[in-house]
């Protein structure tokens, strides 16, 4: 089955500072690659997503690259603000057809955004 | 409440009880997860349905017994839980199925779980 794996366990930078984090996958036929925020105490939630007909997708302030011949992918957070603090998954799942989306995720990156 | 709500938020109980926890989706998925999150693990993937029918057990114990009963809601009952059972308990639906389309899950809010 996948395996994801994610670095680092935990992040800490300065306000303003960019945050990246890696993630690798084994499944070369995984396509989907999400990733989720996770507030203390609060639901993950979607915060961008990439596939793999795809090398980079942007939105605002973050990014995600895709390497599929490495099978890694990343996201980049520019400019971070304290809000920005939480616990980043990645995911990676096989989509296709009529198939649900099977997301294995990696074990989450603790982003702490320093005032 | 929109989305993905479950019920209750919080629950303690003994090794001998039985209870179940209850989700509901208001997105018009077809697709539902069960996912289990411990303090420095991974959310691990627990059941998973599909068009109500159950197409995922991954591997787990039959302690925990899953039910869904219409696309919109599922449930997890539990019964002689262990102590290392107390997690985080995600529930999660999606969209599958439309053609090559991508079915991004929306979380629930969770329950907490304490096995004492």
């Known amino acids: 089955g996948e395996n994801v794996e994610q670095h680092p366990s935990t992040l800490s930078v300065q306000e303003g500072d960019s945050a990246v984090i890696k993630c690798t996958y084994s499944?070369?036929?995984?396509?989907?690659f999400p990733w989720y925020k996770q507030e203390l105490g609060k639901r993950p939630q979607l915060i961008i997503d990439?596939?793999?007909?795809?090398g980079e997708k942007k939105d605002q302030r973050i990014a995600v690259t895709l390497n599929k011949t490495a099978k890694h992918f990343s996201l980049h957070i520019t400019e971070t603000q304290p809000e920005d603090s939480a616990v980043y998954f990645c995911?990676?799942?096989?989509?296709?057809?009529?198939?649900?989306?099977?997301?294995?995720f990696g074990q989450g990156t603790i982003l702490t955004v320093h005032p | 409440e929109t989305g993905v709500t479950q019920t209750p938020r919080h629950l303690v109980m003994g090794m001998t009880n039985k209870k179940s926890l209850k989700c509901e989706q208001h997105?018009?998925?077809?697709?539902m997860y069960w996912y289990k999150q411990s303090a420095k693990k991974p959310l691990e993937l627990m059941f998973v349905?599909?068009?109500?029918?159950?197409?995922e057990n991954n591997s787990v114990p039959s302690r925990f017994s899953p039910e869904c009963p219409n696309s919109s809601h599922l449930f997890l009952h539990l019964h002689t839980l262990q102590p290392e059972d107390s997690a985080l308990y995600l529930c999660?639906?999606?969209?599958?199925?439309?053609?090559?389309?991508?079915?991004?899950?929306?979380f629930g809010p969770g329950t907490r779980l304490t096995v004492l």
């Open positions: 999660a639906s999606s969209q599958a199925g439309t053609s090559g389309s991508v079915d991004t899950q929306y």
């Open positions: 499944d070369s036929a995984s396509n989907y």
């Open positions: 990439i596939r793999s007909n795809v």
């Open positions: 995911a990676a799942s096989q989509v296709s057809g009529t198939s649900y989306g099977k997301l294995t």
């Open positions: 997105l018009g998925h077809n697709a």
């Open positions: 349905y599909n068009f109500k029918e159950q197409t």
